[in-house]
């Protein structure tokens, strides 16, 4: 079943519709993030300023367009809304509209659009507590082993790859925990690794390693220059390079094979 099933619309609406849908998921991963690591409800509690408390009314809660009409401020305390929460929204309207530009089959899309809230959830609570809830990674996990089944079938080929990379990843954190008192990779990083190994083939796990490696250098490299950090969050980084080889992973294959 694909969303032209559902109705016959151009792809273009079905952009448009994911772009708004997008936005929408952008403040529930916000909310996800924020009360998550602080063990508060994430369902049933209504959304309140983090300075003052008061509660905030369905018009501050309009993606990215509160937040410009609002002048980045809480309308009772004034405090200042970080540019996060609209770049967030933006985000996963991107994200959203270019899982609908690849694939329109709806099991996929499902678990592609899951994917992509749980990835950028996990980020943000990675740069903010250096630390990637279990719960999320076990939902991640299950995605993408359900997306490794409907995409090329060998799903028992990912769970041992999988599982091999994870458990590789802990060793080396364990590893060099002892003998270098600090561990190269958090036990969340061998995890994510591990996701990775399961959602993706052979071929594009590849260039997804290059890709996550290329751009953790960079990033490494250019926060010690810049800041002069020694440590930095390598899951976004990561989730970054498995969204871009879960999305293009066709295009991906006939590049590799190109070479
Ligand atoms: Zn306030």
């Given at each position: ?10 792809q ?7 772009a ?19 063990g ?16 905030l ?7 990215v ?6 002048r980045?401020?809480?309308r009772?305390?004034a405090?200042?809304?970080s540019v ?102 958090g ?20 260039v997804?390693?290059a890709?996550?490696?290329g751009l953790?250098?960079a ?10 950090e ?6 976004p980084?990561?989730f970054?390079?498995l ?6 992973q ?6 590799v094979?190109?070479?």
């Open positions: 079943m694909t969303l032209a099933d559902i109705a016959d619309v151009p273009a609406a079905w952009v448009v519709i994911a708004l849908l997008g936005l929408i998921f952008g403040s529930f991963v916000t909310a996800l993030s924020y009360r998550l690591p602080r508060e409800d994430f369902v049933n509690a209504r959304s309140k300023c983090p300075a003052c408390g008061t509660s009314a369905a018009r501050d809660l309009i993606p367009v509160s937040w410009i009409f609002n980045a401020r809480c009772v305390c405090s200042v809304v996060r929460y609209p770049l967030t929204e933006i985000l996963m309207a991107v994200l959203f509209t270019s899982a609908v530009w690849h694939d329109t089959r709806l099991a996929e899309l499902g678990l592609l659009l899951l994917s992509a809230v749980i990835m950028v959830t996990l980020a943000i609570i990675d740069l903010e507590t250096r630390r990637l809830p279990m719960s999320l990674l076990a939902i991640l996990a299950l995605a993408c082993a359900l997306l490794r089944w409907f995409g090329s079938g060998d799903l028992a080929h990912g769970l041992i790859i999988g599982a091999l990379i994870a458990g590789l990843g802990l060793v080396t954190a364990t590893a060099t925990r002892i003998w270098l008192g600090a561990p190269i990779i036990a969340g990083d061998a995890y994510a690794l591990g996701i990775a190994g399961l959602a993706l083939p052979w071929a594009v796990f590849d997804f390693l890709m996550a490696g953790g250098l990033l490494g490299v250019g926060l010690r220059v810049v800041r002069g020694r440590m930095f969050p390598f899951a980084v990561m970054a390079a969204w871009f080889s879960l999305v293009f066709e295009q991906l294959i006939g590049l094979a190109e070479l």
